[in-house]
């Protein structure tokens, strides 16, 4: 690997990399000794793009555990994994192919589109794995396994079986999310971050009320376009409402919004108030002529009563609490009448009143004919002709326009709708007290997870894990379309059994492949297979053992592996990735699926905004990489914010933590350069304190990591490099450890100084990989740092006092080094004394503080007059040694001569010195000191020529060599 030079990043990285690959340390890691088991479940990315920082972050925080629990001797399972299949790929290949619709796809072929889905997921996958290998990432060097294999098909079918055996599998028509391009259902926790602010129609109506001449029940709405859906009015029973005489029309609202006829300018006047309960039953016509509505007319369109809807089960630390509602019909806006459609997304309601649900929208968005003249607009196009309608018909109060928050697909960014469809869903009200109660055998790291992901759990819906698109998962399920009897395969083998003709031996499992097979009923018809697939969530959600093959392959290798140790992802996953692992493991196995979750933050730009590839702000991991290296990037990743913080990344604030890099270079290299053989015996207090610091701080950063504090874990180890090994202790023992050194305790400080550096390397190794590699290998250490052991922090080393009476010693030397900067004396020049008052004893480190302070003796005094005031006393310091002064500017030239020359540490010189007669006197009782500062072998007086001088007050020393 070679021997040390300028700290070049770039370099290290090249050669340890080689250094890896002609070792096979990667392979190594990454094999399963007989340690215990930690199976560290890589969450796997969506590979329809290249990663960004924010991918960095992630990876860097899951090798961390990784290569920290590899060290402990843990077998730690390291297999990164990709999401191959769903929504993100196919939206990425309809933009590259330029499809506008299913339509589009169907034009095209199933098939080709298929396999233009494959291309692009393979396409990918070897960025993911050059970009890990450059960060030094373990998973880099581990075959992946990628949701689109036939393996991990037909273990999704196993599953998808098992929980059908179960009941938790089951078919209905219900109201949900649907993005009109992809024309598919989303699940609403797909939603929940995809919410943005649009420009939609504010349009208040009015329903006339059966029975009452001119009297109008008053609506506010933003989707006209529900309106042909509407089977009720909603109002609050306890709150009052208002008739109000508005022209020659008399209208009704709650009396808490009557402002809003005052906002849109109409002239009024009250007729009285009354309670809503008064308004229940009241019959109504629709506001909308349509085939539909005429039918509702005679059976429904009748006020009903406001019911409390759950927001929340709001749980406390201790697992009480109590649930949250709201009520359906809110005072903070509109007029205190809610339009209501069942079928569109007023759901609970209906439900709770028996109500029809009438959804006359198709798969693209457009209206079917129960919807009369409306009858085949798109939903949103059709707002302006409703509105038309409206106001032709003497029912619209007013129509303007609005800006509020709504749901767009998560990936193509359409605006979505509510609307009926037939999927299978898996029902969550018999299994929402096991994954509660599983919850609680969880580690959440940090605990608040814990907190947000039960109110996720107590709050979700029945789980729609079935799409109506291409690129996934098939689901199982062949129905005969004779008797209707349904079979769910979970084989190839159970598929080939029952298959009406010979299957080929590699069989596809994918859509194009399967759709075709048919399946032979018992009632001797034939069944085909329901055209869905599966949740792209569903795919991930059985990765622990579908990653795997389970349970075609390498069964005992997932019963050696499961339950997973840990998961660490960004905390979106709350909603998605840790919640369809723990539905999925419970509907299959019954239990929790890991035993760690850790939550990591979002990591933003420098502004503190979302990284856009639109915006232009984001940073590629390329370039980070590029522009950092890999050690810095994991390094800024780790110690900048606590994991779960979010994090604004900036390339600026990153590079100030090379110092901590380059400053430990720099103690290897002093390290290396003035080490040798030593023993910890014979040691001075400084000595003693080095080894408790470095026992401290190993306990510190294990301690850190075991609870995910990698930001105090790094901070700690930064820390020590930088003031406790770098500025304090090397600084102390510099002159022991020279080769011209007769100090009979040099050799302890040789060990303390290779015992210190040895644990910091490897703390460093699963934040640094590496540096921390090339430190090991240059010190002479046999194989991998990553495959040594992890330092035991070695408490018989620990001494607390020790260490806090140092704290006040460099508290002390502060106020020393104030003073000395307020008078004018350098660091060099040495004082007779430092006088200090202090409570705290400190005469076991008299000789640190004499030898850091320059000074000739050091007296502790019960009380001081002048001098500094420091933390824990006041301290002054004496006169100036003249001399002694003069003596160390001379050494001081001397050596910067010797660089100048170039030479090494141990190559000896003749110095010759230059000087009158009473300077020459002043420094010959000081000769040795001098030989042994400057590494001379010889001083002479008056020999050679002059190099350099040396002056101090007036006083001149030429030096020659």
């Excluded at 349970?551 to 960004?570: A, G, T």
Aim: hydrophobic share 40%.
């Amino acid at each position: 690997m070679g021997g040390f030079a300028a700290y070049d990043p770039k370099a290290i990285e090249r050669g340890v990399r080689e250094f890896w690959a002609r070792e096979r340390v990667p392979a190594q890691a990454a094999a399963l000794g007989k340690g215990k088991k930690f199976y560290l479940l890589d969450g796997p990315p969506y590979v329809n793009y290249v990663p960004h920082v924010g991918h960095v972050k992630t990876t860097t925080l899951k090798d961390v555990w990784g290569k920290f629990k590899r060290m402990q001797g843990h077998a730690v399972w390291f297999q990164p994994g990709f999401d191959c299949n769903g929504l993100p790929i196919e939206h990425a290949v309809e933009k590259e192919l330029g499809i506008q619709s299913k339509r589009d796809i169907e034009t095209m072929g199933v098939a080709a589109f298929i396999g233009k889905c494959r291309e692009l997921a393979e396409k990918n996958k070897p960025l993911w794995m050059d970009t890990y290998r450059l960060l030094g990432a373990w998973r880099g060097w581990v075959e992946p396994y990628l949701t689109y294999t036939n393996d991990y098909l037909e273990s999704g079918w196993w599953a998808v079986q098992r929980m059908a055996e179960k009941g938790l599998l089951v078919e209905g028509e219900r109201s949900g999310f649907w993005c009109t391009h992809c024309e598919t259902v989303l699940a609403g926790y797909e939603t929940t971050d995809s919410y943005k602010n649009v420009d939609d129609p504010s349009v208040y109506v009015k329903f006339p009320v059966q029975g009452e001449e001119k009297t109008f029940l008053l609506v506010w709405t933003t989707t006209p376009w529900t309106l042909p859906s509407n089977v009720a009015i909603a109002v609050l029973p306890e709150e009052l409402y208002a008739r109000v005489q508005a022209g020659d029309e008399i209208l009704i609202l709650a009396q808490k919004r009557l402002r809003v006829l005052e906002e849109l300018g109409v002239r009024h006047q009250p007729l009285g108030t009354f309670p809503g309960k008064e308004l229940e039953g009241v019959r109504y016509r629709a506001a909308v002529d349509t085939p539909l509505q005429r039918e509702l007319d005679g059976s429904h369109h009748q006020v009903i009563p406001s019911i409390k809807l759950l927001k929340k089960r709001a749980a406390s630390k201790t697992g009480s609490g109590e649930d949250v509602f709201e009520d359906f019909v809110a005072m903070d806006a509109g007029t205190g009448l809610v339009h209501t459609a069942p079928g569109l997304g007023d759901a609970k309601v209906g439900e709770h009143f028996n109500l029809p649900s009438p959804s006359p929208i198709d798969e693209r968005g457009c209206f079917t004919a129960e919807a009369g003249r409306y009858q085949g607009l798109y939903v949103k196009k059709a707002d302006q002709a409703i509105i038309q309608d409206l106001q032709q018909a003497g029912l619209l109060l007013h129509a303007g326009r609005t800006t509020h928050a709504y749901p767009l697909c998560w990936r193509c960014k359409t605006p979505l709708i509510y609307r009926k469809s037939r999927q299978w869903y898996v029902p969550l009200e018999g299994l929402r007290p096991r994954l509660l109660k599983a919850l609680k055998e969880v580690a959440w790291l940090p605990a608040f997870a814990g907190e947000r992901f039960r109110e996720v759990v107590e709050t979700a819906p029945d789980w729609a894990v079935t799409r109506q698109r291409y690129w996934g998962i098939p689901l199982p399920v062949w129905v005969c379309g004779s008797c209707g009897s349904r079979k769910i395969i979970g084989s190839k083998d159970e598929l080939r059994q029952h298959a009406t003709r010979p299957l080929p031996q590699e069989l596809d499992l994918h859509k194009d492949a399967v759709d075709a097979i048919r399946l032979q009923c018992h009632c001797g018809k034939e069944m085909a297979r329901v055209p869905d697939i599966m949740d792209v969530w569903f795919d991930s959600g059985i990765s622990p053992w579908a990653s795997l093959g389970y349970p075609f392959r390498n069964k005992e290798l997932f019963q050696k592996l499961w339950p997973v140790d840990l998961v660490d992802e960004s905390q979106d996953q709350i909603r998605g990735y840790f919640y369809t692992l723990m539905v999925c493991s419970q509907a299959v196995f019954g239990r929790a699926p890991y035993k760690t979750v850790c939550l990591n933050g979002w990591t933003l730009d420098e502004k503190g905004e979302k990284m856009s590839k639109s915006a232009g702000n984001v940073v590629w991991a390329s370039a980070g990489l590029q522009e950092l290296g890999a050690d810095l990037l994991r390094l800024y990743s780790c110690q900048d914010t606590a994991p779960w913080d979010t994090q604004k990344f900036s390339l600026r604030n990153a590079k100030d933590a090379e110092r901590v890099l380059s400053v430990l270079w720099n103690a290897a290299l002093f390290t290396r350069t003035y080490g040798g053989k030593g023993s910890l015996r014979t040691l001075r207090p400084e000595d003693e304190w080095l080894l408790s610091r470095t026992a401290t701080v190993v306990r510190q950063v294990t301690a850190h990591l075991e609870s995910f504090s990698f930001h105090l874990a790094a901070r700690a180890l930064a820390d020590f490099i930088l003031n406790d090994l770098s500025r304090w202790y090397i600084k102390l023992v510099r002159d022991r450890v020279s080769p011209f050194s007769k100090d009979k305790s040099r050799k302890a400080a040789q060990a303390c100084l290779a015992y210190s550096l040895d644990r910091v390397v490897r703390l460093l190794a699963p934040f640094c990989p590496f540096l921390a590699e090339r430190l090991w290998l240059d010190s002479g250490r046999e194989g991998s740092v990553h495959l040594a052991a992890w330092p035991a922090p070695e408490q018989k080393r620990q001494q607390p006092q020790l260490e806090e009476g140092m704290r006040a010693v460099q508290e002390l030397m502060e106020a020393v080094h104030a003073l000395r900067a307020e008078r004018k004396l350098n660091l060099r020049w040495p004082v007779d004394q430092i006088a200090v008052q202090v409570g705290t004893d400190l005469s076991p480190l008299e000789g640190v503080i004499r030898e850091l302070g320059n000074a000739k003796r050091v007296v502790f005094q019960p009380t001081l007059q002048g001098g500094k005031e420091f933390a824990r006393g006041r301290v002054d310091i004496g006169r100036v040694l003249e001399d002694e002064a003069l003596l160390r500017e001379v050494i001081r030239q001397a050596q910067a001569l010797r660089k100048e020359k170039g030479l090494a540490v141990e190559e000896q010189i003749d110095l010759s010195l230059h000087a009158d007669p009473a300077v020459k006197a002043a420094l010959t009782p000081f000769v040795k000191a001098i030989q042994q500062g400057t590494g001379a072998r010889k001083v002479r007086w008056g020999a050679g020529p002059e190099l350099g001088a040396a002056e101090f007050q007036g006083r001149r020393v030429g030096i020659g060599m």
